[in-house]
């Protein structure tokens, strides 16, 4: 399983609303790519078309082809509820089932995808899932607590933890860090680290720093006007982004000179 995420031609639409437009991008297995750009440019929406989460959207659709590992995700015939088992999401706000154990929470993906597991695989799935979310020794005692129960950041990994619990092989993230604290963050871009070496992870941060931080390759989306398209400006190395990129809009946004 290499993972490597292909995007072609790749035009996004909401009804008639073209909201991003022309993406070509191709994503390294077991690699961090960061997405930056200015609110609005389509950063969401592109990422959402990575795993079929843009079309739950009434009259939403795309153009073009994401394939990975050289098959397309928009191809006939394809499961759009087993691409979502291929490569799970994290959003912005935490979404924990606020009812549910935190131990259910780490199952939900599993359940949903009507997996039947035993107890004790269970059990050893939610310790592994919350390990590898860093979570682990901050809830092992409490694993049949309700998970709203959790701090802002806790809740963010339990959601990482049931992302990782049905092992997808690509990770978006949508600025999962966003509502967070410093040290949650800083557990967050850790953990981002870690994972590197199993997920190819895409992460959408308005943070410049965390870019710089966590990523191997970043991409600069803009917008050139209201009510036109987003556009993928450029894609590098994010040290070559952030030191010399190729295009004026991506500097001026970098170096805080925008708009
Ligand atoms: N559900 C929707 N229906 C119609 N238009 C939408 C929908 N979601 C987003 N859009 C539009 O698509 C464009 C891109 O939005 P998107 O949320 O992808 O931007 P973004 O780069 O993620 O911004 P932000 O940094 O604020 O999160 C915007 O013009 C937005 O208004
Ligand atoms: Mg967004």
Partial sequence: MS??????????YYGAFLAVAGVNMSIDPRSVTALIGPSGCGKSTFLRT?????EV??????KGTVEIDGIDLYGAGVDPVAVRRQVGMVFQRPNPFPTMSIAENVLAGVRLNNKRIGKSDANELVEASLRGANLWNEVKDRLDRPGSGLSGGQQQRLCIARAIAVKPQVLLMDEPCSALDPISTLAIEDLIAELKSE????IVTHNMQQAARVSDRTGFFNLEATGKPGRL???DDTATI???????ATEDYISGRFG
Avoid: C
């Fill in 57 to 62: 959207i009434p009259g939403a659709r795309v």
């Fill in 50 to 54: 990575l795993n079929r989460m843009h």
């Fill in 233 to 235: 400006i450029e894609i």
């Fill in 199 to 202: 997920y190819t992870i895409v």
């Fill in 242 to 248: 952030f030191s010399s990129p190729s295009e004026q």
């Fill in 3 to 12: 993972q490597r995420i292909d995007a072609k031609d790749l035009n996004i």
